[in-house]
Structures are given as structure tokens and as C-alpha cells.
């Protein structure tokens, strides 16, 4: 779909159905309608990362690709951040109406419509369709000429599919993506059971995962500057899995 249909548009799309799903959540009552709100929840999530991609390497040179990445990456960590101490502020709601976590999902489900509509209407799907000058659409093309990726392409290539698939790296980089992301969920989806499991009030807890946050916005920034700096992407991933 996202090789299909105007990137930006798809992406604003699905930023405005995860919103969606996140202001719903506060509505859920039972297992069954969380389960089916998570789920859904996963399914617009995931465009959201690999349209970036697309629409960074669309704009920047391959040198230039891992530091803006890791610039908009570090919205994630911001996030934590940012949830820690929202939920602080919520625990502290007494009304009888609505529970502080319905309140705090609510919130934060209508924001992130608004971001959505936000790209939906401002974002350009690709240097060609945004508000510059021919002269300046022409520079921002000619700059990635070294890249000799192209800008973008609606067409499907049945030959690529395979010749993916039967690529050792890419089964290699999947792999890599799946166990990093095991031990990951444990430890941010999970932090905050956690941290309370050693005896801290919910208030407190909200408060320690702050540190993390603000740590993974260092490593992301450092990683990805390094990166950009000395062209050493693999030599990075093996010292941060190691540590």
C-alpha cells in the first residue's frame, strides 16, 4: 500500500486511525475489546516507522539518512518522557466519571488525530508534489543523484520480491530487528510493572521511568551521529547489543 498510494497521505492516514484507536481504548470494558483495539492499534503503528524511512531517503543523501533518523527515532524516547510525567499529572485526578487512564489515553488519542491531520494536509508525498520552486525541486532531485536509489517508484517488481527473500542479509536483519525486540517490550512496555515490583508508589514509578527516556534519546543520537560521521553502522549495533 505505501508503495501504492501517495506516501504521505498513507502515512497521515494511519497516524490519524492509531490516534483513533488510542482515544477508543478509553472506551474498552472488557479483555475482548482491548485485545481487538491493541491489535488494531499494532496494525496502524507499523506503517508508521518504514514511511519515514521512505520519505527521509526521499530527502536526504545516504550520509545524511542515519542522523535524520535518528532525530525523528528519538520521538519515541521524547514519548516516554513525556507519558511518565502525564501520568503523573493523571494519577492525581480523583473524579468519579472516568478513571485517570482513560482520561490520559483519551488525551493523548485526540493529539494524535491532529498530528495526523496535520501530515495529511502539510506533508509532501515526495520532493516533485511539495511547495518549492522548479528550481529548488530540481536541486533537492539533483542532491541525491549519489544515492542512485531514485526518489520514488509505484511500480511492483515481481524479480525484487524474490531476489528479497532469497537474500541472506535480509533474513539476517529480520532477525536482528526480532530479537532486539523481545527484550525491548520487557523492558518498555513492561518497565513500569517493574519498578513498582520493588515497592514504589504508582506516582514514583510514573517519575523513574523518566531517566530511561532521557537515556535512550542520548544512545539513539550519539549512535546515529557516529554513524552518519564515520559510515560505521555495523560496528554500532554489534557494541550496543553487546552492552
Not at 519515541?76 to 482513560?102: L, P, R
Not at 526480532?178 to 508508589?201: C, D, R
Not at 534519546?217 to 554489534?238: D, E, F, Q, V
Amino acid at each position: 500500500l505505501m508503495q501504492r498510494l501517495p506516501t504521505a497521505k498513507y502515512l497521515g492516514a494511519n497516524v490519524m486511525l492509531w490516534g483513533l484507536m488510542i482515544a477508543c481504548t478509553s472506551a474498552a470494558h472488557n479483555w475482548g475489546g482491548l485485545a481487538s483495539l491493541r491489535v488494531l492499534l499494532g496494525c496502524f503503528e507499523s506503517a508508521v516507522a518504514p514511511a519515514l524511512i521512505i520519505i527521509t531517503t526521499m530527502w536526504y543523501k545516504k550520509a545524511e539518512q542515519p542522523s535524520r533518523l535518528g532525530f525523528w527515532y528519538i520521538g519515541t524516547s521524547i514519548g516516554k518522557m513525556v507519558g511518565a510525567i502525564t501520568s503523573f499529572g493523571f494519577q492525581h485526578y480523583e473524579g468519579s466519571t472516568f478513571k485517570s487512564w482513560q482520561i490520559m489515553f483519551l488525551v493523548f488519542g485526540v493529539v494524535t488525530i491532529a498530528v495526523g491531520i496535520t501530515v495529511l494536509l502539510v506533508m509532501p508525498d515526495n520532493p516533485m508534489s511539495a511547495r518549492l520552486s522548479q528550481k529548488e525541486k530540481v536541486w533537492a532531485i539533483e542532491r541525491l543523484r549519489s544515492n542512485r536509489t531514485g526518489i520514488e517508484n509505484k511500480s511492483f517488481k515481481r524479480h525484487q520480491v524474490s531476489e528479497c527473500f532469497r537474500d541472506p542479509q535480509t533474513w539476517l536483519l529480520g532477525l536482528l530487528v526480532i530479537l532486539s525486540n523481545i527484550p525491548n517490550g520487557f523492558v518498555s512496555s513492561f518497565q513500569a510493572t517493574v519498578i513498582k515490583s520493588f515497592g514504589f508508589t504508582s506516582e514514583v514509578t510514573s517519575l523513574l521511568s523518566i531517566p530511561t527516556g532521557a537515556i535512550d534519546a542520548i544512545c539513539t543520537l550519539g549512535a546515529t551521529w557516529l554513524a552518519s560521521k564515520y559510515n560505521m553502522r555495523s560496528p554500532l549495533i554489534i557494541s550496543i547489543f553487546a552492552a
